[in-house]
Each structure stands twice: as structure tokens, then as C-alpha cells.
T-cell receptor, first 115, second 111 residues
Framework: NAGVTQTPKFRVLKTGQSMTLLCAQDMNHEYMYWYRQDPGMGLRLIHY???????AKGEVPDGYNVSRLKKQNFLLGLESAAPSQTSVYFC??????????????FGPGTRLTVL | SQQGEEDPQALSIQEGENATMNCSYKTSINNLQWYRQNSGRGLVHLILIRSNEREKHSGRLRVTLDTSKKSSSLLITASRAADTASYFCATVDNYGQNFVFGPGTRLSVLP
């Protein structure tokens, strides 16, 4: 199993450009998450999904949109990139959001720079 | 706002010594988890402790949980250079809807 994969690994954008980050998992997990990690900080939740066709806002959702059309994929979109969105983005998945099966499995991250 | 807060922010020890990191949180939790992040990589789950557990072991890792003080500690015994990483605690609230990470502790194990 590949686990959680993210595409692309690196990207440089100019202010105002748009892009989509793709996350895929092959563990049949129900929950998927998008986080951003800024230097010296922990992860902050952007959006998450509790199942195919559902999305919900996390702690820092502004400027991002997400879609979960297929159970195995979770897309993060930036419609008009801003320098403040320069960060490392991590996708994660978990079997469920409750109980002892809450362990999250993380992808390798996407390093995004907005000039 | 951060639910979990690790302490210290950075820790430097010699190989073979024990490393202790602490995590405090603010609200009632379902469970608390510790993750490790090597430089430039994603997070890797280390251990999960449920709210009705007080201590848990996994190899060289020992985690304690004190729900009355809303705190947890992670002890790494006989540290190795390969343990050099950032360690994060994460809490899951009772509704299972919020999964919040602390800012992490950067551990450096010197050979």
C-alpha cells in the first residue's frame, strides 16, 4: 500500500494564481484532513472531510476550498494565492474521527511558495 | 487557539540520556496522541493514550496522562541520534470532531 500520497511535492506560484493540491489514500479511510505547517509551529487544520461528498471547515479555512468527490481523494484548492499562504501543506487520513481508531496517517507534504 | 501546548520548545541531550516532553491541553478529551516529525517529512504516529488510561508503553516510549491536570508527558529512554526530530501532541475532543496539534518540541540527540 502506498498509504497517503500528495501531488505535487513542490510548487511556486505568483500572487493571484490558482492551483489544486491532490491527496490520495488507499487505506479506505473515511476521514481526510488538510493541514498547513508554518516554520516553528504545529499543524493547523484547514478543512476536513468525514466521508465522500462531505467537507467541513477547520481552524484556518479562509482562502482555501476543498472537494471530496471520491472517497480516496481529497483536493485542496487555492483560487487566488497570496504570500501568506506560503507554507508546507500536509494531508492526512484516518479510519474514523472517534475512539481508538483516530490515528492519522500523513502524507509527505507539499511545499508551496507564493511570490 | 492551541489545544495542546508542548514544553519545552526545544531540548538537547546526549545519546543514551532520557528525554521528557510535556503537553498541556485545555478541554476534555477522548484521547491524546503523540507524533514524531523528522525534518522535511510528514508526521508519524507514535502512541495513543485514551482518557481513561494513565500510562502506556511502547518500546522505549512511555506516555502518561493526567486528566485532572490536563497534561501528558512523553518519555524517551536511552535516546539515540535517530530520535532527533520534532515531537507533537494532538488531542481529540469528546465529540471526535476536533483534532488539534500543539506547536511541538524539537529534540536534538547529540552523539
Amino acid at each position: 500500500n502506498a498509504g497517503v500520497t500528495q501531488t505535487p511535492k513542490f510548487r511556486v506560484l505568483k500572487t493571484g494564481q490558482s492551483m489544486t493540491l491532490l491527496c490520495a489514500q488507499d487505506m479506505n479511510h473515511e476521514y481526510m484532513y488538510w493541514y498547513r505547517q508554518d516554520p516553528g509551529m504545529g499543524l493547523r487544520l484547514i478543512h476536513y472531510s468525514v466521508g465522500e461528498g462531505t467537507t467541513a471547515k477547520g481552524e484556518v479555512p479562509d482562502g482555501y476550498n476543498v472537494s471530496r468527490l471520491k472517497k480516496q481523494n481529497f483536493l485542496l484548492g487555492l483560487e487566488s494565492a497570496a504570500p501568506s499562504q506560503t507554507s508546507v501543506y500536509f494531508c492526512a487520513s484516518s479510519y474514523s474521527g472517534q475512539g481508538p481508531t483516530d490515528t492519522q496517517y500523513f502524507g509527505p507534504g507539499t511545499r508551496l511558495t507564493v511570490l | 487557539s492551541q489545544q495542546g501546548e508542548e514544553d519545552p520548545q526545544a531540548l538537547s541531550i546526549q545519546e543514551g540520556e532520557n528525554a521528557t516532553m510535556n503537553c498541556s491541553y485545555k478541554t476534555s478529551i477522548n484521547n491524546l496522541q503523540w507524533y514524531r516529525q523528522n525534518s522535511g517529512r510528514g508526521l508519524v504516529h507514535l502512541i495513543l493514550i485514551r482518557s481513561n488510561e494513565r500510562e502506556k508503553h511502547s518500546g522505549r516510549l512511555r506516555v502518561t496522562l493526567d486528566t485532572s491536570k490536563k497534561s501528558s508527558s512523553l518519555l524517551i529512554t536511552a535516546s539515540r541520534a535517530a530520535d532527533t526530530a520534532s515531537y507533537f501532541c494532538a488531542t481529540v475532543d469528546n465529540y471526535g470532531q476536533n483534532f488539534v496539534f500543539g506547536p511541538g518540541t524539537r529534540l536534538s540527540v547529540l552523539p
